[in-house]
């Protein structure tokens, strides 16, 4: 064996204990956030596109996305889709909504019992609406993968996809989902063209939010965010972006200020890009211009556990 295969083969294994040991850093304790996708559509980067778990004591209560790439992600962390109460697919970007029917083949080898619900924003003249995105998919006469027509069938088995569009009126933040210990609710928010959610998770005390991929114009998203104990947001663009970027995606000024106005005690940038990765200094140095909590930058893997603390005034 020649010397640089030798090195090529410690470095997978070497890469590969790196992978499971950062995926092992949630504790299993308590709600926590697991990162499986904090890149964007770009794939110079090698990071997986957006998807967030939710965990609850060890069990992967709600997926948010499924971006490209995240499905392995899933499967790294010991993440299994039979514990699943949700996939909420924030919009049907590529970038988010690109893994679900790898997601959903790998169900079949698993031993659910229950109904799945897919939920997300219904569609206008550019986008299809979520559920029909899922037959689009997998109609069984029509379905690009319509050999996985049988997660659509009502049958014997009660293991099916129950897709569901979230009509949420404007500037309206919405409850459109309830599970045991787990409200969950949506704000319809300005991406462009794009029909997309901004989400909030209420599990007893603690708040969750989510914002999805939005130019952060909606005049409710402080109120959507307000008092999260976790609030993951894009950092998408740099301070200074126009055209088409600012149009769908909000700069860090704009991250500050919504973080500052809802009281959120952790800051956590994702759907970080080419375009911010390596300006992380500047992205934080507008933030903190109106927000004083603490700010993280995610990476693929990355686990936050989430604790009860003193809100930032």
Same mark, same amino acid.
């Given at each position: ?9 410690v ?12 995926a ?5 304790k308590?709600?926590?956030?697991q ?6 559509p770009?794939?110079?980067d ?6 967030y ?5 060890g ?15 899933f499967?790294? =962390? ?5 514990d ?5 697919l *924030?919009?049907?970007? =590529? ?11 790998a ?12 939920l ?5 003249d ?29 049958g ?14 404007g500037?309206?933040v ?12 949506a ?6 063209? =794009? ?55 909000m700069p ?8 500052? *106005? ?10 970080r ?10 992205t ?7 927000y004083r ?13 989430v ?7």
């Open positions: 064996m020649n010397k640089i295969l030798r090195l090529l083969i470095i997978a294994f070497v890469s590969l204990f790196a992978a499971h040991a950062h092992a850093r949630c504790t299993g308590g709600v926590e956030v990162v499986l996708g904090s890149g964007g770009e794939i110079e090698r990071r997986a596109s957006s998807s778990i939710v965990w609850q004591d069990k992967a209560r709600a997926l948010v996305d499924a971006g490209s790439g995240s499905a392995n992600h499967g790294d =962390v010991d993440a299994r889709i039979v699943l109460d949700v996939i909420f *924030t919009h049907l970007h =590529v970038d988010h909504a690109a893994d679900l029917p790898v997601l959903i083949k169900s079949y080898f698993g031993n659910r019992t229950r109904p799945l619900p897919v997300g924003p219904a569609g206008n550019l986008y299809p609406s979520t559920t029909e995105f899922v037959k689009l998919l997998f109609d069984g006469k029509q379905g690009l993968y319509r050999y996985l027509g049988e997660f659509l069938i009502e014997d088995g009660s293991y099916v996809l129950k897709p569901k569009d979230l009509s949420v009126p500037d309206k919405t409850q459109v989902f309830s599970g045991p210990g787990m409200t969950v609710l704000l319809s928010s300005d991406h462009g063209p =794009v029909p997309s959610l901004a989400l909030r998770f209420e599990m007893g005390e603690i708040v969750l939010a989510f914002s999805g991929d939005t130019n952060g114009n909606s005049k409710a998203f402080a109120e959507l965010a307000r008092n999260a104990d976790l609030f993951v947001a894009h950092n998408a663009v740099p301070e200074g972006a126009e055209g088409l970027a600012r149009d769908l995606h860090p000024s704009v991250i500050g200020r919504i973080s500052a *106005t809802a009281k959120v005690k952790k800051l956590v940038l994702s759907h890009m080419l375009r911010t990765l390596g300006k992380e200094s500047e934080t140095r507008f933030i903190a211009q109106e909590g603490p700010v993280v930058f995610a990476n693929d893997l990355d686990c936050y556990p604790a009860k603390s003193v809100a930032v005034p």
